[in-house]
């Protein structure tokens, strides 16, 4: 069963080895891009702390992902930031995974009333996965990116 664990110091090293396909490398910034990122999150509509952590197969590394937190943010209180899974271990599921897993960490806060994500309007991997997952475009495009929202309660 995978797991996720957070970046420590212990671990950061092996995570920013992990790398995509070449042609997905405009899809997602690098992992020690959005590590150092991590450490100031972003003021955008409030504050958002960053939480980056690693997807592991048991003590193997296989993928990365960074969440923010906003709860006085007005329609997202989170926000999906970063998804990556390594080029070796991409198709196995750990993507579809690592979603369900930030979901019912999300579904468990009652702050949280609507999760966002943003990817590049031609990835087409990433709007099957967050689609049949019930995220729903909402036709606006920020920095470049697609929007789309699940809306966890009201
Ligand atoms: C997108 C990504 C995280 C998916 O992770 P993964 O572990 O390969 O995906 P999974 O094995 O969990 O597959 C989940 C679903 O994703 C979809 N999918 C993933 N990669 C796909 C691809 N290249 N083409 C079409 N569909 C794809 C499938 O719909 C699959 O659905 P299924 O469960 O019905 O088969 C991974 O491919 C990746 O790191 N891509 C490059 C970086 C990126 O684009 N990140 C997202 C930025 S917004």
Known sequence: ???????????????????VRGDQKDFVASNLYS???????EDFE??????PYGIYDG???????????NFSHPTQQAFIIRLMVDEK???????RFAMEKMLEMFRADER???????????NEGARKL??????????????????????LRS
């Open 89 to 95: 271990f991409q198709g196995k599921g750990y993507g």
């Open 59 to 69: 003590d193997t590394p296989v993928g990365f992902l960074m969440y923010g937190h």
């Open 46 to 51: 409030g504050h958002w702390d960053f939480h």
């Open 130 to 151: 967050y689609a049949n997952i019930g995220f729903v475009e909402t036709g606006e495009i920020v920095e470049d990116e697609v929007v789309a929202v699940l809306k």
């Open 35 to 41: 590590i150092a990122e991590a450490q100031f999150g």
């Open 1 to 19: 069963m995978p797991e996720i664990r957070p970046v420590t110091k212990e671990n950061w090293e092996a995570l920013i080895d992990l790398n």
């Open 112 to 122: 949280i009333k609507e999760v966002g994500i943003s990817y590049e309007p031609n």
